[in-house]
């Protein structure tokens, strides 16, 4: 069902000096911040050659990462997203064999519709599922 690994997303209390180590320091291709209102983040994506690293910060006094930060005021891994071929058919699989999905799909940062899916299904690890065509 899941497909290639697409980013792994983490939680900075900082952006401009989490930019700054990923850019100035490691040398990578950084995007421009990107203001995901729906999600309540604001959102950069570290390209590299074989995924992506997201760096996730709030946006906006209920973003679920400032609950996050709360908890880890350092930051740190936010949760794994895998591409997937057909949300729909992923979410009704899943749900047939017991997986709990987080609220409804959304469009993510790509433009492509994303969904979670409950850290207790996933070994602990909060997992995002991408479409892609």
Not at 71 to 87: F, S, T, W
Not at 89 to 109: D, H, M, P, W, Y
């Amino acid at each position: 069902m899941i497909g290639r690994l697409s980013h792994v997303a983490i939680a900075v209390p900082d952006l401009k000096k989490a930019v700054h180590f990923y850019e100035n320091l490691l040398g990578a291709e950084v995007s421009k911040p990107k203001d995901l209102q729906e999600h309540g983040v604001t959102s950069v994506f570290v390209n590299l050659p074989n995924a992506k690293i997201e760096l996730l910060h709030p946006l906006g006094e209920n973003s679920p990462i400032s609950n996050y930060l709360e908890r880890n005021p350092a930051g740190g891994m936010h949760h794994l997203c895998y591409e997937v071929k057909d949300i729909k058919e992923a979410i009704n699989s899943l749900k047939t064999k017991g997986v709990r999905i987080l609220g409804e799909v959304k469009i993510g940062a790509h433009g492509a519709p994303v969904v979670f899916l409950h850290p207790k299904d996933g070994l602990g690890a909060l997992i995002e599922l991408e479409e892609t065509k």
